[in-house]
T-cell receptor, first 112, second 110 residues
Framework: NAGVMQNPRHLVRRRGQEARLRCSPMKGHSHVYWYRQLPEEGLKFMVYLQKENIIDESGMPKERFSAEFPKEGPSILRIQQVVRGDSAAYFC??????????FGSGTRLTVV | GENVEQHPSTLSVQEGDSAVIKCTYSDSASNYFPWYKQELGKRPQLIIDIRSNVGEKKDQRIAVTLNKTAKHFSLHITETQPEDSAVYFCAASTGNDMRFGAGTRLTVKP
């Protein structure tokens, strides 16, 4: 079991570009969660998805950010027109129903 | 939604001493309370968890207690070692999404 796979590990984008972060959950897990972590800070909830459905996106900014978890393929967190304040580590976690979250290694986004 | 408060934000102890981290939660429907350890530059890793039908759980040097009435839970690490130094996060879940505390940076001095 390869665990939760996130890629890329590091992503550098210029201001105004788009960032796409990918997350493949553990085998058998149908729940995916995205969190943002600023340096020296905690894990801030962004969005919770199940296959083809967004269950809770209350932590995600209304503009420029979107997430999907299609029937086939990984979950994608998409940030359009990135700004310097988007620089952070983005962690994905997966679980079966509501327990045993396993985190991926994260994607470290740097906006220059 | 759920709100999780965690204290202290930093904690420094001498090797061999005990460390206690406390969390409170707001949603009485929360029924699952995991603790994660995050070392610098790495992913958070589950170290212990407790469900609402249990008041205490222990795994070697780590224990967690839960008081559902007061809506608080605590992590206890005994006989601390330098490798316990990390950031620790508590979390609470209703069975769907999960909310985390702000984290406690634990430093164990040799």
């Amino acid at each position: 079991n390869a665990g939760v796979m996130q890629n890329p590990r590091h992503l550098v984008r210029r201001r105004g570009q788009e960032a796409r972060l990918r997350c493949s959950p553990m085998k058998g897990h149908s729940h995916v969660y995205w969190y943002r972590q600023l340096p020296e800070e905690g894990l801030k909830f962004m969005v919770y998805l199940q296959k083809e459905n967004i269950i809770d996106e209350s932590g995600m900014p209304k503009e420029r950010f979107s997430a999907e978890f299609p029937k086939e393929g990984p979950s994608i967190l998409r940030i359009q027109q990135v700004v310097r304040g988007d620089s952070a580590a983005y962690f994905c976690a997966s679980s079966k129903q509501g327990a045993g979250y396993t985190f991926g290694s994260g994607t470290r986004l740097t906006v220059v | 939604g759920e709100n999780v408060e965690q204290h202290p934000s930093t904690l420094s102890v001498q090797e061999g001493d005990s460390a206690v981290i406390k969390c409170t939660y707001s949603d009485s429907a929360s029924n699952y309370f995991p603790w994660y350890k995050q070392e610098l530059g790495k992913r958070p890793q589950l170290i212990i968890d407790i469900r609402s039908n249990v008041g205490e759980k222990k795994d070697q040097r780590i224990a967690v207690t839960l008081n559902k009435t007061a809506k608080h839970f605590s992590l206890h690490i005994t006989e601390t070692q330098p490798e316990d130094s990390a950031v620790y996060f508590c979390a609470a879940s209703t069975g769907n999404d999960m909310r985390f505390g702000a984290g406690t940076r634990l430093t164990v001095k040799p």
